[in-house]
């Protein structure tokens, strides 16, 4: 399979210019003024529009057992939204049960995910804790391309995990070369203002963000960052949604201690006012944690990503219907967790970021692809137009519009939160392992034509992590006897 | 008794002028320019002195039942140097073991007390939590006079206060119109850390600071601040010793919320060089949590005098003799924690801050005395010198000069921490409830003189935490049926 | 003249306690739980109300020369205003002409002031500089009571101090024991936007705030605040209005630097939409510098005094009426800057700030009138209830409410930025000079009533001022020959 | 001449790889694993090294005219030193004295420029302002390459740009796409420092830093930033050596600004107790603008690099001998301010950034070269590892040690600010243009060989500041007439 591209503009993070790129066999072998098209399987023309590494979303949750149901996006569904919005690659998470091993879950979701129709990995979520689960992380590490472990600091009676879990977590991905990541809610003030609501007999998803202000994420985030930072750890925040948990960012970084934030378009870009819509579900439609914030709080995502704050752009993708919204009709903390996005992410992130300035054409490659790849370790095979790379592309047009809504989307789910939106720029074809697995409307791949990607440990940041840590090091004071 | 002073200059918090002040039965009763000293019982002198109110201290822990054995300080010896330091009243600290009832271990302690020579005051600590504590708190700041209860984030496995144990008692507190304080420092990392320098066989008192970093006690703070914060509670974070830490505080109030802090004439003026010194036990002598500091932190405590950031100034006295330090000769965390500073606050806090220019004279008087009795709500009755406040002075010669010393130290311990440091400016004389309560090197009074003092709840900044708590609740939609 | 005032709550910046009070020859003689109404020429019986210092308007412009025409309130009419309003005290400007003499500027100003019926004192521009100047100063500070010079960082080719003229001016204060003040806009950002608008043909009053962007007031803010801290003087900014300049306020208190900051009544209530209304003459009415802001800044704001980062509320009040605010008709840099509000400040604060629970009782004295008289070193002779104090009180009735209007105002302008809005919470009695000034709706003192205030150099937080600059202070290096 | 680079291990901004690197003709043109030397030229293996991308330093001054002398250093035995430390490129500045023509001087500096030995082009500083020189912006901008404008906020009656005189260069720049620098310290307060200092007699070097201090230069980068923000202008502030203005640029950044920071190998490593030296030649040979700070800095400084808040280091490379200093014996105001670092950068960089943990090794890179070719827009022509960019290469070897001294420097100055620091970590080759130029100990490369490279405007930060500048744009209300 030979797919020669002409006539396009390759966009980077970090260059701009113009060139014909050749794929042959998945991956990406010539790039150069002009290419013949001499033996060349197909040709596409990208006269006017924009080639760019394809979307790599890092959060998503296909057909995740959660609350009581499972999500409605499997893995097939779930990757063929991702491929029709021009993301070739999502990582996904293996959540186990508290008590469950491992492995054990980690190749349930392996199986899961066969169906996967983009590249695809796993992060894996540290939800108990006791020697095996240290042993297992080191299999998963060594054996099964793991350099990510997940947090959820919210969830209690559930999955949460304690300071104590996080500080032997943490600690085990130091010596392992992996990265922590984490979920920031306090969990304990979650729950608390949960039945602080209900027992005022507030009960709908008006309630849902009123149990989840920004300062139980950025209380969160501020913890791990600090237990990150005691340890000599680096960290990774999911879906920063709060003003305040960058400003915990920005203490960070700026003391020199290495965090990474990622946001999701939603968040970006939906405010708050959809829990007080009349319609229940409706509202109901948009319960996710954190929840949607107040207005003021996009403009401070935006400047996140211009600024370096925030490094990555994600969906959180899990959907559920309205049969399983509904679960929580009387309650609103039993209304399934999530919304869906992982098609729109690149859409919305162009239209309100790049259209309006906020931020240039080689920064959205950035936060959308690059830095998600630079940060799991994945680059230059992934995030990248360079020789040897994987021909993982979206043909972006930036001149093509496109109503979003339920009716012409991808996810099986039967509600779209940017519903009726216009975007101006999307993806005329996405190109996945060197062919053309989207096309103007159209998902044109085979299921399970997706690969499991190998992500290894000790990215570039972990270098010199340990090194600094080696000066904090206590020694003991030599004492007259 | 009617004791009159004479020719001396008032220092308030706030004004400072010359005038004679008379006092009667315990009481402020004439306070004018020229006072004549007829029917008077005793007259001083206070010609180019300084007439302040009297020291208070609202944090000291006397014969505090600890670690293993006792603070060598009883309620005599310990108010005894107080008053030798132009202190007179003590907000001392009922901590209950887990499990035991809260009135029950008050009544303990005011039977403790009973041989107090100052006046005295008691937080109530918060070690565990059920329906009993909830009911015990009502009963002790409507029949008590106690007004704040204390929570220990540090100390794990014996009286931490959990996340869920802070929501609870921090809600109870609003009910009742009291403020919670907190010890602010992540235990589960101190404990992480202990373990793991006594591991490497890092087992001497230079550990201790290593095990308690500046980070984990910025952390906790910001934990619990956000606590406050998201229940609407005001909050008091006793003994601030880092500069993160103020950065939290100021973060808060910044975002319109009501945040005080506390510091130690102890953290202002001694660095963490003394954990490298030769001598076991010279170091040891210094344990105390939290650790003594880098240098760059004392200058960031006295801006956060000057600027309000930081209201009030303290000890956490809790004095433990050689023999008790040896305790811990082979494992640092059992060295007994605590120092003795009841005498000296006042001096370290004038020589250091008010010679130096960091402090007004006026400042000095807020942060040693005003502040603490508005926060704890006795003021004007204490901390001010006006018609009908107690008549607890402090008479201050600017000029004399001391040598601080084991030598000619009122408290029984065996150690003095600012050995050899000379202070310019000490008390001359203490007044006490109208009496001469120490004189030029003497303490003069009686075992059982310093009476309980009811601090009753809803201070000042309580009234409009609660209608700003008001706005943030919740309504339910009104939603189409 | 022995006014009795019965019955009342006094509020102090610190107090809240019923007792009555006794006015005798414009001071406050006692001041006890009952005080008989024996020989006493007028009693109020203050039942349900509160006794409060009567506020200090620490920036008011009356009979202003400025932009070509006369500021319509004069010292009558303005202080009237005040009276009617609850404030008993101004401290207007006098602001020479470049080149004139500040004595002869002064005088010319007192004799304006003669018709004043409330106290009030006068800051001094400093608008050029020569050897003159400097000794002016001193005779104004030695010999007339003034102990502020103000300096105007916008209007080029006007009253502009440039960087130089205000280092000189502040070392001089410093020699003084003065305070500077300064109006923080950069000027030639001003100027340029104003011109670069023009130019595109935007004349209308909606390019006013777009002249004077938020940025341009904290650059200006961040350079005096340099300047001061750099020379080691204390500072004063006039009328905060932008959450940028409190940032820099707060990122110099953090550092140990005295800087201190007033905000408008106006600003805390009114935002920039007022420049977007389609009638023109309601805009200009709105034109004053700094102009309103977006709302987000009123909440910043209100934290500023909560926090103690503000310490005072004014109003800049500088009153023109619609023909004079026509002058800009067709360039809105020729609108008069300026509104009234100088009756209005107290009733908006208490209604917006206690009513909301933003403040307490205490600290609306603090912020209205007590820490204007601390900073300009007047207090307690004025913003305080203690014996020998003046006689400025307000009786202030917290359920009575009032509609705000230009019908049913004092001051001679034919607008009000406050119309139709009702307030909860108004003066009912305004005592100054212990004699009823103003009583439910009627101003009852005689014109020339008011006396001039002479304010003292070396204010409290001057004492150390001089010795941290001391610190400062370079050696030579003693270098071998 | 094919020059052929076999075994080492490239290293760029962002990658790690061991490969081969084949330059033909000054650009490299193959990068492969393995790369047979038939019909090479030349071979350097580079087994146990790194390949990394030349250093670009983007703050030079050749043979400048300064302060009544030249800099000692030409444009010969400067880029000699450069080639010498593995710099490849510099960046040096045009400065027109007051009333020049820009396009004169610019012409006079290109011809002293023809004997350089490496790349390099200018920046243009803005010294004076009129239409002549709007004019003249636009020829160099069009038609030599200059896309960079530098500002002195110091050097009062000199070549100090006020205010106005920004606000017209910020602006021509934004509508020629080039980008304005500034040396940011404020005029005023250093004459006003300076002066101080002389009457108090203290004249000798120690006085410097004095009159220089941060807060002097954070005052200036404040401003600068803000008027940069007002007119919506991209800015680079030149040698950012405080924490202070690192905090002003976080400050813009994260209210969504594009602002550029620079510092420099020398404030990152040597600190102000230089100008306490007994001996005057030694202290004086340290005078250079900003002066070395206190050494809490250096610690900010390097969060700042890792943090991305600063973005390249540079020199000011600025040599001047004995004799020159000696000008200022008597005055340290007549001190010729600048020291020599163009050879040692990248070592001092590497030894204690690298070594220590600082910075990856990436990092090392971005910031040494990468980062500057972004920001000045010729990457990746320069600043790159990829085929046909310029062949400028260093080839590292990080475990061969050096003793900086003037011993065994290429700079003609007679001092050396590192002397007698062993680095580990040194270049062994460096490749200009793909010739080797530089060989271990020894300079190759002929007089003349280096090029004037042009820098195009409207770099990639560029193309959304104007956008989102419009965004700020004013519109006209519509009015009823």
């Given at each position: 399979?030979?797919?020669?591209?002409?006539?396009?503009?390759?966009?980077t993070?970090?260059?701009?210019?113009f060139?014909?790129?050749?794929?042959?066999?998945?991956?990406?072998?010539q790039?150069n003024?002009h290419?013949?098209d001499?033996?060349?399987?197909e040709?596409?023309?990208?006269?006017?529009?924009?080639?760019m590494p394809?979307g790599?979303d890092?959060?998503?949750?296909?057909?995740?057992?959660?609350?009581?149901?499972?999500?409605?996006?499997d893995?097939?569904?779930?990757?063929?939204?991702?491929l029709?919005?021009?993301?070739?690659m999502?990582?996904?998470?293996?959540?186990?049960?508290?008590?469950?091993?491992?492995?054990?879950a980690?190749?349930?979701?392996?199986?899961?995910?066969?169906?996967a129709?983009?590249?695809?990995?796993?992060h894996v979520?540290?939800t108990?804790?006791?020697?095996?689960?240290?042993?297992?992380?080191?299999?998963?590490?060594?054996?099964?391309?793991?350099?990510?472990f997940?947090?959820?600091?919210?969830?209690?009676?559930?999955?949460?995990?304690?300071d104590d879990m996080?500080?032997a977590?943490?600690s085990?991905?130091i010596?392992?070369?992996?990265i922590?990541?984490?979920?920031a809610?306090?969990?304990?003030?979650v729950?608390?203002l949960?039945?602080?609501?209900?027992?005022?007999?507030i009960?709908g998803?008006?309630?849902?963000p009123?149990?989840?202000?920004?300062?139980?994420?950025?209380?969160?985030?501020?913890?791990?960052?600090?237990?990150?930072?005691?340890?000599?750890?680096?960290?990774?925040?999911?879906?920063?949604?709060?003003?305040q948990?960058l400003?915990?960012?920005?203490?960070?970084?700026?003391?020199?201690?290495r965090?990474?934030?990622?946001?999701?378009?939603?968040?970006?870009?939906?405010?708050?006012?959809?829990?007080?819509?009349?319609?229940?579900?409706h509202?109901?439609a948009?319960?996710m944690?954190?929840?949607?914030?107040p207005?003021?709080?996009q403009?401070?995502?935006?400047?996140?990503l211009?600024?370096?704050a925030l490094?990555?752009?994600?969906?959180?993708?899990?959907?559920?219907?309205?049969?399983?919204?509904?679960?929580?009709?009387?309650?609103?903390?039993?209304?399934?967790?999530?919304?869906?996005?992982?098609?729109?992410?690149?859409?919305?992130?162009?239209?309100n970021?790049?259209?309006?300035?906020?931020l240039t054409?080689?920064?959205?490659?950035?936060?959308?692809s690059?830095?998600?790849?630079?940060?799991?370790n994945i680059?230059?095979?992934?995030?990248?137009?360079?020789?040897?790379?994987?021909a993982?592309l979206?043909?972006?047009?930036p001149?093509?519009?496109?109503?979003?809504?339920?009716?012409?989307?991808?996810?099986k789910?039967?509600f779209n939160?940017?519903e009726?939106?216009t975007?101006?720029?999307?993806?005329?074809?996405?190109?996945?392992?060197?062919?053309?697995?989207?096309?103007?409307?159209?998902?044109?791949v085979?299921?399970?034509?997706?690969?499991?990607?190998?992500?290894?440990?000790?990215?570039?940041?972990?270098?010199?992590i340990?090194?600094?840590?080696?000066r904090?090091?206590?020694?003991?004071?030599?004492?007259?006897?």
């Amino acid at each position: 399979m030979r797919l020669l591209i002409k006539n396009g503009q390759i966009i980077t993070h970090e260059q701009s210019y113009f060139a014909d790129v050749l794929c042959e066999d998945g991956v990406i072998t010539q790039i150069n003024d002009h290419i013949p098209d001499e033996n060349v399987t197909e040709v596409i023309d990208a006269q006017g529009m924009l080639i760019m590494p394809g979307g790599i979303d890092p959060h998503t949750h296909m057909q995740l057992p959660f609350m009581g149901t499972v999500a409605i996006d499997d893995f097939e569904s779930g990757t063929k939204a991702a491929l029709a919005g021009g993301t070739t690659m999502i990582i996904d998470f293996v959540i186990p049960n508290p008590q469950q091993n491992l492995l054990e879950a980690y190749h349930q979701w392996r199986g899961w995910a066969e169906k996967a129709t983009c590249d695809y990995s796993f992060h894996v979520a540290i939800t108990w804790w006791d020697d095996s689960v240290s042993r297992d992380m080191q299999t998963l590490v060594e054996k099964h391309g793991v350099n990510s472990f997940k947090h959820f600091m919210a969830y209690k009676n559930a999955i949460m995990a304690t300071d104590d879990m996080m500080i032997a977590s943490f600690s085990r991905c130091i010596e392992l070369g992996a990265i922590p990541t984490v979920h920031a809610e306090n969990g304990e003030l979650v729950y608390h203002l949960q039945q602080s609501l209900l027992e005022r007999n507030i009960t709908g998803p008006e309630a849902h963000p009123l149990s989840r202000p920004p300062i139980v994420e950025s209380e969160a985030a501020n913890r791990a960052i600090s237990i990150a930072d005691t340890l000599g750890s680096p960290l990774y925040l999911v879906h920063v949604s709060a003003s305040q948990t960058l400003d915990a960012i920005r203490y960070a970084t700026e003391n020199g201690q290495r965090v990474f934030g990622e946001c999701l378009a939603a968040h970006l870009t939906i405010d708050d006012s959809v829990y007080q819509d009349k319609n229940w579900l409706h509202a109901a439609a948009h319960v996710m944690s954190p929840p949607f914030r107040p207005k003021n709080h996009q403009q401070a995502l935006w400047n996140g990503l211009k600024s370096g704050a925030l490094q990555t752009t994600a969906t959180d993708h899990c959907a559920f219907c309205a049969e399983q919204k509904s679960m929580g009709k009387n309650d609103f903390t039993n209304i399934p967790n999530g919304v869906s996005s992982v098609e729109e992410r690149l859409m919305v992130l162009w239209n309100n970021g790049v259209n309006t300035g906020q931020l240039t054409m080689n920064e959205f490659v950035a936060v959308t692809s690059t830095n998600a790849a630079k940060i799991f370790n994945i680059y230059p095979r992934k995030g990248a137009i360079q020789i040897n790379a994987d021909a993982d592309l979206v043909i972006w047009d930036p001149k093509a519009t496109k109503v979003l809504s339920v009716i012409n989307q991808h996810s099986k789910v039967d509600f779209n939160i940017y519903e009726g939106m216009t975007m101006t720029g999307i993806p005329a074809y996405t190109i996945a392992a060197g062919e053309v697995a989207y096309q103007r409307g159209e998902v044109l791949v085979k299921v399970g034509k997706g690969k499991y990607i190998n992500r290894p440990p000790y990215a570039s940041y972990y270098q010199t992590i340990e090194q600094s840590h080696q000066r904090k090091v206590a020694k003991a004071v030599k004492r007259d006897q």
